[in-house]
C-alpha cells in the first residue's frame, strides 16, 4: 500500500454516488425553490445518509482532549427499542451507514452486539470507533462486518506512558494488548478495514488552564506498530479544542502567527518521518483539517456559507438528543429533536420540520466562524452549485461506494 497522502474525505463525490444523488438533486432544487419565494414545507422527505450513533454516554478513559468531556459519564443511554425503531424509520427514508462514536465508548453499551446486527440485517454500512479497551466485544460481531465497514481504534500513542497521559483509563489498560486483539480482530475478518487513530498533540496545548501530553515525537513509531499490527491504515488529525465559552471545537484559536508556523514546521516534519518510516507497508491517511493546516488554510476553514447544507446528510442521533452536526454535539443552538426524535413515522416528520427551521435559522457563518469545519468544502460545493442555476440534473453520477459522512 502506498504510503502517500491519501484524500478519503470528497463528500461532494460521496453526494453523486447512484444512491444519493436522486436526494441531493431534490434538496438542490428544493434550495433554488425557496430561495425564489417557495414554501419551505416543500422539502425533501428524507433522512439523513450517514449517521453518528451515540449509544451511551459512558466512558472508561478519562482523556483530557475530549471534545465530549462536558457529556460523558453523565448517565445517558438510548434505550434499545428506542434504537431500533429509529433505525427502521431512518433507513426507510434513505439512510444508508452508521458510525459508532461520541459522547461515550459504545463497547460499554449493554447491547452493543445486538444494535451492529440489526444494523447489518438492515444493510447499513457501519463503522465503529473505540477506544481498544473491550475489544472482546468486536470479536463477537467482527465476522458480520463486510467490504466497507470499518473499525477505527482512539490511540494517539506509540508508548504505553504517552497512553496513559493522554487517555487516563480508570484500569490498567495496556497498549500493546489492544494492539494484540486488533491484530487478532484483523485476523478474523480479513475484509474489515481496521485503522489506527491519531490526534497530534503538540507543545503548548491546554484545556481549562491544563496542559496536554505532546505525542508528535511517537508519530513514526506509531505508523510502525500500525502496521507490525496489521492494521490498514493510520489516520493522523489535529487536535481540536472545544471553545468553554461557545461549545465549540476550533483549530489553532487564539494562536500567534508564529507560534502558529512553528506548530505547523513541527507537525509536517513529524508527519514527513512517519510517511518515510512506513514506506509502503501501511496507508497513511491525513484529515481535511490537517491537510488545510500544514497548507496553512485552517483560517479558511473557519470561513462557512450561511447555510450549513451538510446537516440535511449527516446528523447525531444521541441520548441527549438530535444535533444537526457532530462538532455541536449536546449543545442546544443545534439540537433538532429530543432522542426519540427519529422513533416512528410521526415523530420523523416532526423532527423534518425542525430541520426545515434549522436550516433557515442556524446562520452557520456566525455560529461557526471559529470552527475548522470538517465539511467546508462540501459546503461550499453545495452553496455554489445551487448559486449557479446549473440543471441538477445534469450532475455526473458516482459509483455507489463509501456513505460515510
Known sequence: MSSSQHKVHDFSAKLRQASVIDGFRKYVDWQRSVRKGGSPDSAPDMAPVSINLDLTTACNFACPHCVDSEIINTGGVLPLEEVKKSLDTLRAHGLLSVILLGGGEPTLYKNFGEVVRYMKDKGLQVGIVTNGSRLERIAEIAHLLEKHDWLRLSLDAASQETFDKLHRPKTRVLLQDILANARDVKAQNPDLS???????????????????????????????????????????????????????????????????????????????????????????????????????????????????????????????????????????????????????????????????????????????????????????????????????????QAEDDNFFF
Open 194 to 396: 481496521l485503522g489506527y487513530s491519531f490526534v497530534i498533540m503538540w507543545e503548548g496545548l491546554h484545556l481549562n488552564g491544563v496542559p496536554i501530553a505532546p505525542n508528535l515525537h511517537e508519530m513514526k513509531d506509531a505508523a510502525g506498530l500500525a502496521a507490525e499490527h496489521n492494521f490498514d491504515y493510520i489516520s493522523f488529525k489535529p487536535c481540536l479544542i472545544r471553545l468553554p465559552d461557545l461549545h465549540q471545537e476550533s483549530l489553532l484559536d487564539n494562536v500567534d502567527r508564529e507560534k502558529e508556523q512553528r506548530i505547523i514546521e513541527n507537525v509536517g516534519a513529524k508527519l514527513a518521518e512517519a510517511k518515510d518510516g512506513a514506506g509502503e507497508r501501511i496507508k497513511i491517511l491525513e484529515s481535511v483539517n490537517l491537510i488545510a493546516m500544514l497548507e496553512h488554510r485552517a483560517h479558511e476553514m473557519k470561513k462557512q456559507p450561511e447555510t450549513c447544507h451538510m446537516q440535511v446528510f449527516n446528523s447525531v442521533l444521541a441520548p441527549a438528543g438530535i444535533f444537526h452536526c457532530p462538532a455541536f454535539r449536546g449543545v442546544d443552538t443545534a439540537k433538532i429533536a429530543e432522542a426519540d426524535g427519529y422513533a416512528g413515522e410521526e415523530k420523523f416528520q416532526e423532527t423534518l420540520t425542525c430541520l426545515r427551521q434549522s436550516i433557515a435559522s442556524f446562520n452557520a457563518r456566525k455560529e461557526c466562524d471559529r470552527i475548522a469545519c470538517f465539511y467546508n468544502h462540501v459546503n461550499w460545493w453545495m452553496e455554489d452549485f445551487i448559486r449557479s442555476g446549473k440543471p441538477a440534473a445534469e450532475l455526473e
